[in-house]
Nanobody, 123 residues
Framework: VQLQASGGGLVQAGGSLRPSCVAS????????VGWFRQVPGKEREFVTGISRSGSTKLYADSVKGRFTISRDKDKNTVYLQMNSLKPEDTAVYYCAARQSALYSRSVDEYDYWGQGTLVTVSS
């Protein structure tokens, strides 16, 4: 499966963005999906994950209550709704798919990755 992440951009603190992760080649609903983010010099970190069925989700403490992950099976897409953005949310955001029913917090357990989309939050 090929993943294409888009929807990043520049936004002021307190604003919102909704990156999307579109899959091609295979049905994304057959995979658990995670969003990760990375800033230069740091390791890629887990942001949120959604199970294959969409019934189970997990959020990092740093984004809980502000970010929402969802999936649209008809569009073969997973979304990341980002509200109340903070400058510390600035990063390249990556989506990843895992051939499993459940997401993982570990980057090593994902089979496919998108190319990343840059989110910049100004203060």
């Amino acid at each position: 499966v090929q993943l294409q992440a888009s929807g990043g951009g520049l936004v002021q603190a307190g604003g919102s963005l909704r990156p999307s992760c579109v899959a091609s080649g295979r049905t994304l609903s057959n995979f658990a999906v995670g969003w990760f983010r990375q800033v230069p010099g740091k390791e890629r970190e887990f942001v949120t994950g959604i199970s294959r069925s969409g019934s189970t989700k997990l959020y990092a403490d740093s984004v809980k209550g502000r970010f929402t992950i969802s999936r649209d099976k008809d569009k073969n897409t997973v979304y990341l709704q980002m509200n109340s953005l903070k400058p510390e949310d600035t990063a390249v955001y990556y989506c990843a798919a895992r051939q499993s029913a459940l997401y993982s917090r570990s980057v090593d357990e994902y089979d496919y990755w998108g190319q990343g989309t840059l989110v910049t939050v100004s203060s």
